[in-house]
């Protein structure tokens, strides 16, 4: 009976990680006051939009801590300056995406149109209004370089790719020497500045050509050594992710080596394999130092791959700027427009492999 009233008058014990919780909108509010507090201080120092993110995250940050300290303990205080942090770091990545896209739309757009994509640069007509010879700012021979050059890397890259990470994955012992020496290469291709590609494809044909052999196959063999070991890579973790189940129970009914790979393996990684390779693509397709190596640049319209120099987007961006002609507006103008161009394929390159991945995917339903 004493122990049961003793008990009753003692306090109760106070569980420290469920008392005291923020508002809800705690988080909201406390990003509006850094805002603010930011923007107040950049008024004072300066106006700058990358300081303004700087500011907002750091006052944030003492704000959220300090508030949850207070109200509520130091390991929910603690757990929220991390999380605060994760986003922090998020928005500070994210920002320079934001401003670089935005830029190239908001200076690409104003030369981009029908005309800018059917027309060759190097082109002139005659303007029936004032009868004088006016030149083109067009980039379809840009359009059409870039598409015949990369496909041409991807026509070089996907088979060998494929076959060798098919090697790796299915026939090669993970103790043979050669293994160890392809995974190695592959490790050393995928580090190599794509300029060293350039170089090497404008040696090899200068070797076999002659001097100043340019041409759109010279830098679809550099974008190749590019693509290479990205296609190895990706084909062979997607190879990997099959289950071992699958091969063994097409042995198991006496399927040979080569039809399960055939028909089992490939058709199960088919989706991965192929996101894996138009991401590849995507990779290369912006490449600048090696193009602009093996393949030079030319304003005139040049759909030979096998002779005479090739203009793509990039280098179409890079000379633009670098090398402008008379008008120097319209130099810039043309570079922008090559260079939202070259965004607006990579966005559909990436959206292709998507919808690639969703048809090809293994149905798991039924």
């Known amino acids: 009976m004493t122990t049961a009233t003793e008990s009753a008058r003692l ?23 850094g805002f603010i507090l930011a923007a107040a201080l950049q008024g004072l120092i300066g106006f700058n939009w990358f300081g303004l993110l700087v500011f907002t995250g750091v006052f944030y940050l003492i704000a959220i801590y300090s508030l949850s300290l207070m109200k509520e303990n130091r390991r929910k205080a603690l757990d929220r ?44 007509h005659i303007d029936p209004d004032t009868l004088e010879l006016v030149s083109s700012s067009g980039a379809l021979q840009a359009i059409v370089g ?28 993970p103790t043979f020497w050669l293994r160890r020496t392809v995974n190695f290469l592959v490790d050393v291709m995928t580090g190599i500045p794509s300029i ?21 196959l010279s830098a679809a063999v550099a974008l190749s050594v590019l693509m290479i070991p990205t296609v190895v890579r990706s084909c062979e973790e997607m190879l ?25 393996v490939i058709p199960t990684a088919i989706a991965g394999i192929a996101t894996g390779i138009t991401l590849a693509i995507a990779r290369v397709i912006g490449e600048t130092a ?9 304003d005139s ?15 179409m961006a890079y000379t633009g700027y670098k090398f402008p002609g008379q008008d ?5 103008n043309q570079a922008w427009g090559a260079a939202l161009l070259l965004v607006l394929l990579v966005v559909v390159l990436n959206l292709m492999a998507r919808i690639i991945a969703m048809i090809f995917a293994p149905k798991t339903s039924r």
């Not at 830029?103 to 059917?118: A, N, P, R, Y």
């Not at 090696?290 to 030319?298: N, R, Y």
């Open 196 to 216: 060293v590609a350039g170089l090497f494809a404008f040696s090899l044909f200068t070797l076999l050509l002659g001097p100043k052999a340019f041409s759109g």
């Open 290 to 298: 090696p193009i602009f190596m093996a393949a030079s640049f030319t």
């Open 146 to 173: 870039t598409l015949q050059i990369t496909g041409l890397a991807t026509l070089f890259s996907v088979p060998i790719g494929l076959l060798t990470a098919i090697y790796l994955v299915e026939y090669a012992h």
């Open 81 to 124: 300056l991390v999380s605060g942090l994760v986003c922090t770091a998020f928005i500070l990545a994210l920002a320079p995406l934001v401003s670089t896209l935005w830029t190239v739309v908001s200076k690409g757009l104003g030369i981009l149109s029908w005309e800018f994509i059917s027309t060759s640069g190097g082109a002139a």
């Open 328 to 332: 120097i507006d319209l130099s810039n």
């Open 240 to 264: 990997r992710l099959v289950p071992a189940d699958l091969r063994e129970a097409s042995y198991a009914l006496g399927v040979t080596k080569y039809v399960t790979i055939t028909r089992i």
């Open 11 to 33: 306090p109760a014990v106070r569980n420290r990680l469920t008392t005291g919780q923020l508002p809800k909108r705690s988080t909201l509010y406390t990003v509006i006051g």
């Open 301 to 315: 319209f040049n759909a030979n791959p096998l002779s005479g120099p090739m203009q793509t987007l990039p280098v």
